[in-house]
């Protein structure tokens, strides 16, 4: 159990689109989600933490106007990437947390993006 | 000063070696202690929790020292299969509830 997925797993834009990037828990409901990037040969570093229904906390540094997040349901949350840029080329990872407080997180996959 | 710091390697061992893994975080009032293992272009996966007593699991062994705050990973008889960076990842309160903080990850390579 406790299966998360995202979709797409890679996706190619060009310079100035916008890109959604989609987290699913498959098997459990995730109180709170979790969007992670990692660049080349880099840790993981934690961009926001969204909670059900309510507005994503971002980390310092992280634009919140240019990485916005919904977290509309307990099995579904989405990061959008807009006017995407090279820089922002990346591995994106979400993970979902079963319950509030819990220890343990569940990763996803990953999506790799890549801007043009 | 990074939060959890991670010696980044490459450890080049044989197979059948022993290889231990440090890590130091700077954080005192931190909860939970974790090693994940990532492999290429993958998303990290729990190896295992680390607890005060030390605890095993098979051929690795983790350790932690609350007082010099301090982790370690012992990795026994090296699989080909080991390959992979281990991260040290250590779980703390923030505005946002308990949140996960990532070390830069050691790579290790086992060779035949």
């Known amino acids: 159990g406790a299966v998360v997925s995202q979709h797409p797993s890679w996706v190619i834009c060009k310079s100035g689109t916008s890109v959604k990037i989609e987290c699913r828990s498959l098997?459990?409901?995730?109180?709170?989600m979790f969007w992670y990037r990692q660049f080349p040969k880099q840790s993981l570093m934690l961009m926001a933490t969204s909670n059900e229904g309510s507005k994503a906390t971002y980390e310092q540094g992280v634009e919140k106007d240019k990485f916005l997040i919904n977290h509309a349901s307990l099995t579904l949350s989405t990061l959008t990437v807009t006017s995407a840029h090279p820089e922002d080329s990346s591995f994106y990872i979400c993970?979902?947390?079963?319950?509030?407080?819990?220890?343990?997180?569940?990763f996803g996959p990953g999506t790799r993006l890549t801007v043009t | 000063r990074k939060e959890v710091e991670q010696d980044p390697g490459p450890f080049n061992v044989p197979e059948g070696a022993t290889v231990a893994f440090n890590c130091t975080y700077s954080n005192s009032a931190s909860q939970s202690f974790f090693w994940y293992r990532q492999d290429c272009r993958k998303e990290p996966k729990l190896l295992m929790s680390?607890?005060?007593s030390g605890n095993e699991d098979g051929r690795f062994t983790a350790q932690l020292n609350r007082a010099s705050q301090y982790i370690s990973l012992l990795i026994r008889d090296s699989k080909l299969s080991d390959s992979a960076t281990y991260l040290c990842?250590?779980?703390?309160?923030?505005?946002?509830?308990?949140?996960?903080?990532f070390g830069g990850g050691t790579r290790l390579m086992v060779k035949p």
């Open positions: 993970s979902a947390r079963r319950l509030a407080g819990a220890r343990e997180q569940y």
């Open positions: 098997d459990f409901q995730a109180t709170t």
């Open positions: 680390v607890y005060s």
């Open positions: 990842v250590v779980m703390g309160l923030s505005n946002a509830g308990n949140m996960l903080t």
